[in-house]
């Protein structure tokens, strides 16, 4: 099976002015876990097996939850297929990417 999981995480902290100040951060870990994804305005796509999509959604969420924020809301999209689906193939008609990303 072939996953893409697009996530959007809205974290809260009491002490920060900013509405949902700790996305970056979920970002960060998203970029760091090694799996092929895309940055978006709202929310970031990610490509991997359906173990690694959810043991990245526990992290984010447990990361997040460590800064302190009161709660989070994460909402998930999750595409199943038999057929080969990549980010890549899927914008390659309106961004051009590195060969090595």
Request: hydrophobic share 30%; proline share 3%.
């Amino acid at each position: 099976m072939n996953y893409l999981m697009s996530i959007q995480v809205l974290p809260y902290h009491p002490g920060d002015a900013k509405l949902y100040s700790h996305t970056t951060s979920a970002i960060e870990l998203i970029e760091s876990c090694g799996l092929t994804h895309f940055v978006g305005p709202q929310e970031t796509t990610v490509e991997g097996s359906i173990d690694e999509l959810f043991n990245l959604v526990k992290k984010i969420n447990a990361h997040l939850s460590n800064e302190g924020c009161d709660h989070v809301t994460t909402n998930i999209k999750l595409v199943q297929s038999k057929e080969e689906n990549s980010i890549k193939d899927i914008l390659k008609d309106y961004y051009e990417f590195e060969d090595d990303e």
